[in-house]
């Protein structure tokens, strides 16, 4: 149990305790509420959800404009490496 806590079990709670009614009386004082927390976290969460597919739409857009350009020069310059090798060796 020492090696999950950091520590004996029985200290470490008790200071988790007294740490958690320390931050409750912060948050209540400052006039937020538990409930307030959850719903702020579940809509960074999602926020944060839509902001990653957000990404990944963006970075596909640029990916296929470059691929329009830089394919067809690399088919090219592949087929003319293979075509001056073919002459030299020949």
């Given amino acids: 149990m020492d090696r999950i806590f ?29 409930i307030d927390l959850w719903r702020d976290f579940l809509a960074t969460a999602a926020n944060i959800w839509s902001m990653g597919f957000e990404a990944i739409d963006w970075s596909f857009q640029y990916l296929m404009l470059g691929a329009i350009v830089v394919v067809p020069i690399f088919i090219v310059v592949r087929l003319w490496t293979m075509m001056t090798e073919r002459q030299k060796r020949d």
Avoid: Y
């Fill in 6 to 34: 950091g520590g004996p079990a029985l200290a470490t709670i008790f200071k988790l305790a007294v740490a958690s009614v320390a931050v409750g009386i912060v948050l209540a004082i400052l006039g937020i509420k538990p």
